[in-house]
């Protein structure tokens, strides 16, 4: 499976943006998929993950009750909405898919496949 993620830019703090990580290859909705960010010297950073039915997500505490992953299996597609941002979010947004018949993860460890990023900047 290919990904690519796309829908980032420049954005005021409070603000909202809606990221989109589209994927090519069969079976899509077989494929666990996360969403990582990595800011500039800094380590990649878990931010969302939900399940090939798009019934099971997890977020960590930096990003839950503002993040919110849904996909639509028949567009291959996967969206991250991201409300109230701040400065510190300001990051590069990385989608990414885990083999067939495993469950959610939210180590980078476990996804075997990574798309290409988009770039979220949020000013203060």
């Known amino acids: 499976v290919q990904l690519q993620a796309s829908g980032g830019g420049l954005v005021q703090a409070w603000g909202s943006l809606r990221l989109s990580c589209a994927a090519s290859g069969r079976a899509f909705s077989s494929y666990v998929i996360g969403w990582f960010r990595q800011a500039p010297g800094k380590e990649r950073e878990f931010v969302a993950t939900?399940?090939?039915?798009?019934?099971?997500?997890y977020y960590p505490d930096s990003v839950k009750g503002r993040f919110t992953t849904s996909r639509d299996n028949a567009k291959n597609t996967v969206y991250l909405q991201m409300n109230s941002l701040k400065p510190e979010d300001t990051a590069v947004y990385l989608c990414?898919?885990?083999?067939?018949?495993?469950?959610?993860?939210?180590?980078?460890?476990?996804?075997?496949?990574w798309g290409r990023g988009t770039l979220v900047t949020v000013s203060s």
């Open positions: 939900i399940d090939g039915r798009g019934v099971n997500t």
């Open positions: 990414a898919a885990r083999n067939p018949g495993w469950g959610i993860i939210a180590n980078q460890n476990g996804y075997n496949y």
